[in-house]
């Protein structure tokens, strides 16, 4: 049984940081993408950052880039949002998710909480 959990979250102000995690179990991801993802109340679920498994590439939504850094321990079978100089904008529930490619995704985390106040 494949699980992703998420966790990190928090109530954080403006100019703040915060690390999230997304701890894997269940099977193997070498052949997979790592995603997070975050939806903001009243909004769709967006795309926030992709890392490939087994190389490590990575990909971020334009909003968060110089700010945010997605990266894995492969070791540890989890990957991490380290998100800087946050803003009331970043307030979301932030989901891991895994998949075979950037547009098919398979399996998702119930998601963590993040709230940036002003």
């Known amino acids: 049984q494949v699980q992703l959990v998420e966790s990190g979250g928090g109530l954080v102000q403006a100019g703040g940081s915060l690390r999230l995690s997304c701890a894997a179990s269940g099977r193997t991801f070498s052949s997979y993408v790592m995603g997070w993802f975050r939806q903001a109340p009243g909004k769709e679920r967006e795309f926030v950052a992709t890392i490939s498994w087994s190389v490590g590439s990575t990909r971020y939504v334009d909003s968060v880039k110089g700010r945010f850094t997605i990266s894995r321990d492969i070791v540890k079978k989890t990957t991490y949002l380290q998100m800087n100089s946050l803003k009331p904008e970043d307030t979301a529930v932030y989901y891991c998710?895994?998949?075979?490619?950037?547009?098919?995704?398979?399996?998702w985390g119930k998601g963590t909480l993040v709230t940036v106040s002003s």
């Open positions: 998710a895994a998949g075979r490619t950037l547009t098919s995704w398979e399996y």
